[in-house]
Every structure is written in structure tokens, then in C-alpha cells.
């Protein structure tokens, strides 16, 4: 209820039944309403009163043609206001537009007000409009009030467009906003800067896992084809990307054709390591999700998703799973197609056979809800999901949640809370591999435009991280699977990935090579995923959820495979580990050491892991069917020397007859045991002791 009225005197008694005497409040006898008819202006305004009312007019207009159009019929309703500033009508109108239609929308409250205390029946919706005002400005008291009051005026049969449904959600909505502004996260949330944010809108920024890219969402006029959306009356939609270098965010550039086109492009999802992006394409309206390919430093041509991904309907938000076997989007099917309720989110299975998307299904009444779902994107991590909602307990319009996909199920949705989410539409966020660092756009009022990306700092302990060596991801090669490889570290978040990156490089002639990489889980041999360095650079990024036992496998043409082990324990927090892979050709005297051959521990008998290592070396030698090998097996210092040396040969003895039992002849391999005495790391840490267990591969002819 409206309190702040300054002039309360015997006076406004004499005018109570003029209509001065307000609901809530007394009206000022210099504020009386004053619409917009001939007979309440002198002769000597006619031209001004007709100039006002042809504005007037315009915004209408423009106001018909929907929200889009807001912004501009606002423009004209002022210049009308200056004319006459008290008209309730008018006061009505723009305060609306301050609301729907504006970046500044607690604007629209001194105007409600005024209109409201100009004419307590200036439009049944007027309580409504000030409780979304409140609202958003955080006065959820106030705003409970007017929803309050808007419900009892609509239960006495007063016409309105507006749901009591609706209302009473929007009441529990401040509920739940006076609820999380007493515990808020500890984060910091600041402007990118002008760098990255500019005078126009910016927004969807999406990110490579370890944060070395960013592609962003922006209406610059130098927008491809420079033009004008009619509906909205700005720029067209364009990609921008940025990278980081030393620490900084380089000067964005705009996308080159054929990303952008002359209609709306917008970022929807940058795979994990940045070689996959997903855009937003209109398709007059139809709205579709679109791939592209990195191909060395080009993108290719936008290819749209197939029709399990694109339906009829509107596909606005996508992400990839961290290993890009699934598919998550958001689609406004309706439900004898699946729906809940508005815009629902939706999973696909990538099918290998078939080289497309499989059948979609919806994720369920956990995650989508009958209002809006939307701008979802799926962690690295493997497991957790964030996604905007109008649904579940938001603040107002959409807040950002998260929900964990562990046991075949989806836990219950967690809102971010505040200051990450406010009583307005919070939308577009993303989180960088590590967990420490996310993105989102935001209107805030040291914004440089009409909304820009802000970085969010999420605060962990004190207490400094602890980090091992790289080598420590190096699992024991002759040592049982179980070992513990990853010491525990200090936790600063609940993120437990490692992202694993670098360069493939040609062992002597260090240029870059595009290599095919696998990534199996050792403990059923199941693909995890698959990869290929970039054509030009060579450069690749994995990630690797906590709690595997990883096998790494690549292969390029006319090289060797080269094969790492990473057995990262559940416990084990965010790593971020830098490799170059050196291939080496296939020629005599190249030597690789088998990663993923795996015995227990004092024993030679293989192990079941190392079935997918034995199958690439198998076809090794059945692609190259003139070389001859030696297999070689080796210890750390640990045990006696007899001992050692028997133990490294019976173990190579296992994978020659494991070769020959698959129909390599005899003649084409031999096996020799080394012990301890051909260490290539010290024996003095255990680290190094890994290192010398091992299996090697050498081409002893060719």
C-alpha cells in the first residue's frame, strides 16, 4: 500500500469526495489528474495538446505491436509527459514501459504510483504492474501488498488479463526472495569491462572448459549486414569471440561468415574443449539449433541438428554432455509431444551407427515444471546441470539452479541463490571446468549497455590448494588398478574433474599433428569418448570426471599409437594438467611404453583392463605385417634383483602369448625382462617408481 504521501492536512477532507482522497494515501492538491482532452487545456496549448497527443497516438501504435516495441513507445510517451506530467492515464503507460520494456525497470515505479494516486481506477492491472515493481526492486513486503490487493479487487469481478494463479505465484516468489536475501553466497560478481561489454547488449557468453575462449551473443551495429530487426527496432543478432591471453580477455571480433548472417546468430554451447559450437538460428521464427566444426583456424558451414533435436516447435538452448554422447536442449513441445509446461529440457543420445542424434526424451517433472525452462548448460564434470526457471522456488522471472544426475536419477533442483540471482530475469550461465569462475549476463546499473557479462567468483576456504606434479596422474603401469594415483587435495569447490590439455607434435620435427583420441574407462572397457586434435595447431583438451580409471589412446597416420593412464580416485578435486604429446613414426629403434597393461601387483597374469592396449597393439601388427617387436618388461628398484628380473620377464612373456593366441606368428615377436636395471625416473618417490613399471613396445625391423 502506497505511504509515502507528504501532505496530510484538514484540507484534504474538504476534497475527499473529488476524487483527490486516494487509496493508501491523500493526493496533493498540485497533483490533481489531468487526462488528455481538449476541454482540460487552454486555447493557447491547442498546437502543444495536438503535438502530445500525436505522440501519444505513436506510442500506442507501437505498443500494439508487442513488447519488442516497448522501448520505443516510450520515447514518445515522454516527450508527452513533458507537456502534461499528470495524467494518469499517460503515468500508466509509461510506467509499463519502464517495466516490460526497459533495462531501467524500477523506473516504473514512481510512475505507477503517481498513477495510481492520480486515479485509484486508472487500470485494473495497475496493482499487479506495482507489485512486479516492488519485486523486482527487492520490496517484497510492498509487492506481497499489491498482489494482495490486485487479488481482492479480481475477486469481486473487476476484468483483468492477469491469472489469480499466476499472482500467487508471484507472492511466493517474494517469499522465497525475503527467504534467500538473509543467506547469501559468498561470491563476487564483476563487470567484464569494457573489453568485452560495449554500449549494446551482450549476453549468452559460453566458455571452453579451461576458460581460454569465449564466444558471446551481441546487437552491434557492426552486425553482419548491418541490419535492423523491425520487430525490436535493433541491430541483428551476431556472434563475438575472445581469448584469453596472459590473464586478459582480447578485444572480441565479430564471427565471419558463415556463422553470422544477415539474420539473428547466437551463441548456444561451445563443447568442452572448444572445437564444437552450437548456435541459434531463426529460420523465421521457426528457431533451431545449428553445429559447426572447428577446421584448424575456420569454422564450418553452420549444419543444422537433425529432426530429433529440430522439431515443428522452438529449440532455443543446447549444451553437450563432457563427452559428447549426449545432447541436452530446450525445446516448447507441446504435451502430446512430450511437454510439461512451456519450455521443457530435453535429452538425446548421440548414435554412433547411425551418425546422428537419437530419439529425445523429456528429463522429467524433477527438472521441468509447467512454467519455463531454459539456457541450460552441462559442467564438464559429467554430472551437474544448470539451467533457468521460471518454475521450482525462483525469486522472480528466471533464476539460475542446479541439479546433480547421479544413481540414474536427477536430485532436486538447488537455486544458486542471491546475489547470483535476483528478483529479475537471470539467464545464460555457464561455469568454467574448474568450478571457481562463472558467466552470466545481467542488467545492473554500472552496466556500459542495455545488459553485459559479468564474471562470478565463487569463494571457497581459506586455506590454500595443495596441488602434486602433473606425473601424478601417471598411473602405475605393472602396479594393480586399484592404486591409489592422485593424492586428495585441498578442496575449493565441489568439482572433481581434471582437465587434461596441450599440442600433438611429431616427435622430431615438433609440427602439429591431428590425432584421433579415445578415452575408455578401464573397468568395462566402455568408450568414454572420442576426440581429434585441431588440424592446425594440434591442440587438444579432455575432461576427465573424478573417479575412473582412464585410458588414453591416440592415433595419427603413419605413427605409433601413444597410450597414458589416468586413475583418478573419486576424492581427487579440480586438476587442470598441461601435456604435449610427442608421436613417434613407425620406423626401427621407435620405442612406446604400453600405458594401459595392467597385472597385480608381484604377478604376470594380465589383467582384464588391459584388453583395449592389447587390441591396439594387436592391430599394430597387422597393419604393419613386416615388422618384428620386442616386448620388454620393466620394474622399479623394490625386491631383489632375481626376482625383478624374472617377474619383468614373465610378464612381457604374457603379452607376446596373448599376441600369438590372437594369430601373430611366433617369428614376429620376442620378449625380454629387464628389472629394475633400465629406470627412466628415479626410484627415491613413488611417483618415479610408476614411471619404471612399465611395458614397452620397440620395432626391432620393419
Known amino acids: 500500500m502506497i505511504t509515502h504521501i507528504k501532505y496530510i492536512t484538514l484540507v484534504c477532507c474538504i476534497f475527499a469526495g473529488s476524487g483527490i482522497f486516494a487509496q493508501g494515501g491523500f493526493q496533493s492538491q498540485y497533483e490533481q489528474n489531468k487526462e488528455f482532452i481538449k476541454d482540460n487545456f487552454p486555447k493557447e496549448q491547442k498546437a502543444q495538446f495536438k503535438e502530445a497527443l500525436k505522440e501519444i497516438e505513436m506510442g500506442d501504435e507501437l505498443m500494439l505491436l508487442g513488447k519488442g516495441r516497448y522501448k520505443d513507445a516510450l520515447k514518445h510517451y515522454m516527450e508527452a509527459n513533458k507537456f502534461n506530467p499528470n495524467s494518469a492515464t499517460l503515468n500508466y503507460k509509461i510506467g509499463k514501459c519502464y517495466l516490460i520494456g526497459h533495462i531501467y525497470k524500477i523506473k516504473s515505479i514512481s510512475y505507477l504510483e503517481k498513477a495510481f494516486r492520480l486515479n485509484n481506477n486508472v487500470d485494473p492491472e495497475v496493482h499487479y504492474l506495482l507489485g512486479q515493481a516492488y519485486q523486482i526492486n527487492s520490496e517484497w513486503d510492498k509487492a506481497i501488498e499489491?498482489?494482495?490487493?490486485?487479488?481482492?479487487?479480481?475477486?469481486?469481478?473487476?476484468?483483468?488479463?492477469?491469472?489469480?494463479?499466476?499472482?500467487?505465484?508471484?507472492?511466493?516468489?517474494?517469499?522465497?526472495?525475503?527467504?534467500?536475501?538473509?543467506?547469501?553466497?559468498?561470491?563476487?560478481?564483476?563487470?567484464?569491462?569494457?573489453?568485452?561489454?560495449?554500449?549494446?547488449?551482450e549476453y549468452g557468453a559460453i566458455i571452453s572448459?579451461?576458460?581460454?575462449?569465449?564466444?558471446?551473443?551481441?546487437?552491434?551495429?557492426?552486425?553482419?549486414?548491418?541490419?535492423?530487426?523491425?520487430?525490436?527496432?535493433?541491430?541483428?543478432?551476431?556472434?563475438?569471440?575472445?581469448?584469453?591471453?596472459?590473464?586478459?580477455?582480447?578485444?572480441?571480433?565479430?564471427?565471419?561468415?558463415?556463422?553470422?548472417?544477415?539474420?539473428?546468430?547466437?551463441?548456444?554451447?561451445?563443447?568442452?574443449?572448444?572445437?564444437?559450437?552450437l548456435i541459434y538460428v531463426d529460420d523465421k521464427g521457426d528457431g533451431n539449433i545449428y553445429e559447426c566444426t572447428l577446421q584448424g583456424e575456420t569454422w564450418s558451414k553452420p549444419k543444422r541438428l537433425y529432426k530429433t533435436v529440430n522439431s515443428p516447435h522452438h529449440e532455443s538452448s543446447a549444451s553437450y554432455s563432457f563427452n559428447g554422447k549426449y545432447l541436452y536442449f530446450v525445446s516448447n513441445r507441446p504435451e502430446l509431444e512430450g511437454g510439461i509446461g512451456g519450455r521443457d529440457i530435453y535429452r538425446a543420445r548421440w548414435n554412433d551407427e547411425k551418425s546422428r542424434w537419437g530419439e529425445a526424451y523429456n528429463l522429467g517433472p524433477t527438472i521441468n515444471t509447467k512454467l519455463d525452462e531454459e539456457s541450460i548448460f552441462m559442467h564438464p564434470d559429467g554430472k551437474t546441470l544448470y539451467f533457468s526457471s521460471q518454475g521450482h522456488n525462483s525469486m522472480g522471472g528466471h533464476d539460475i539452479f542446479k541439479t546433480l544426475y547421479e544413481n540414474g536419477k536427477w536430485s532436486k533442483p538447488e537455486n544458486l541463490g542471491y546475489p547470483i540471482n535476483s528478483p529479475d530475469d537471470d539467464v545464460f550461465f555457464v561455469l568454467s571446468g574448474s568450478g571457481r569462475n562463472g558467466y552470466y549476463s545481467s542488467f545492473k546499473t554500472d552496466g556500459a549497455g542495455e545488459k553485459d557479462i559479468y564474471k562470478i567468483t565463487f569463494l571457497g576456504p581459506e586455506k590454500p590448494v595443495q596441488l602434486n606434479t602433473e606425473d601424478n596422474l601417471l598411473a602405475s603401469l605393472t602396479a594393480p588398478v586399484k592404486e591409489t594415483v592422485i593424492e586428495p587435495t585441498v578442496e575449493i569447490s565441489k568439482v572433481r574433474l581434471t582437465i587434461l590439455k596441450g599440442f600433438f607434435k611429431d616427435k622430431e620435427t615438433l609440427d602439429p599433428i591431428v590425432a584421433a583420441i579415445e578415452i575408455i574407462n578401464n573397468a568395462?572397457?566402455?568408450?568414454?569418448?572420442?576426440?581429434?586434435?585441431?588440424?592446425?595447431?594440434?591442440?587438444?583438451?579432455?575432461?576427465?570426471?573424478?573417479?575412473?580409471?582412464?585410458?588414453?589412446?591416440?592415433?595419427?597416420?603413419?605413427?605409433?599409437?601413444?597410450?597414458?593412464?589416468?586413475?583418478?580416485?573419486?576424492?581427487?578435486?579440480?586438476?587442470?594438467?598441461?601435456?604435449?604429446?610427442f608421436m613417434k613414426k613407425i620406423k626401427v629403434g621407435e620405442t612406446i611404453v604400453l600405458r594401459n597393461i595392467f597385472f597385480d601387483y608381484g604377478k604376470h597374469t594380465l589383467r582384464p583392463e588391459s584388453t583395449y592396449e592389447l587390441e591396439r597393439v594387436l592391430k599394430i601388427m597387422v597393419d604393419n605385417p613386416t615388422i618384428k617387436v620386442e616386448i620388454s618388461g620393466h620394474t622399479d628398484n623394490r625386491g631383489s634383483d632375481s626376482f625383478n628380473q624374472k617377474l619383468s620377464g614373465n610378464r612381457a612373456k604374457s603379452v607376446v602369448d596373448h599376441l600369438i593366441g590372437k594369430g601373430i606368428p611366433s617369428a614376429r615377436l620376442i620378449y625380454a625382462g629387464y628389472g629394475e636395471t633400465q629406470p627412466i625416473d628415479t626410484n627415491d618417490t613413488e611417483e618415479g617408481r610408476q614411471l619404471n613399471r612399465r611395458t614397452e613396445f620397440k620395432i626391432l625391423e620393419k
Open 146 to 201: 499489491e498482489y494482495n490487493v490486485f487479488l481482492r479487487m479480481a475477486s469481486t469481478g473487476q476484468s483483468t488479463r492477469v491469472s489469480r494463479t499466476t499472482v500467487n505465484k508471484k507472492i511466493q516468489e517474494c517469499n522465497y526472495g525475503k527467504e534467500l536475501v538473509q543467506k547469501p553466497v559468498r561470491v563476487f560478481i564483476d563487470n567484464l569491462g569494457d573489453v568485452i561489454n560495449s554500449k549494446y547488449a
Open 209 to 277: 572448459a579451461d576458460e581460454s575462449v569465449m564466444i558471446f551473443t551481441s546487437r552491434r551495429a557492426n552486425t553482419t549486414g548491418g541490419g535492423i530487426d523491425p520487430n525490436i527496432n535493433q541491430f541483428y543478432e551476431d556472434l563475438y569471440v575472445s581469448y584469453k591471453v596472459g590473464g586478459e580477455w582480447t578485444v572480441p571480433k565479430n564471427m565471419p561468415t558463415p556463422i553470422n548472417t544477415d539474420g539473428h546468430d547466437a551463441a548456444v554451447n561451445l563443447s568442452p574443449d572448444g572445437q564444437k559450437l
Open 524 to 581: 568395462d572397457g566402455s568408450i568414454v569418448s572420442n576426440f581429434t586434435s585441431n588440424s592446425s595447431t594440434g591442440k587438444y583438451l579432455v575432461s576427465l570426471p573424478s573417479g575412473k580409471n582412464y585410458g588414453l589412446a591416440a592415433k595419427a597416420e603413419g605413427y605409433l599409437f601413444h597410450s597414458e593412464n589416468f586413475n583418478i580416485p573419486l576424492e581427487a578435486a579440480f586438476m587442470e594438467v598441461h601435456k604435449d604429446i
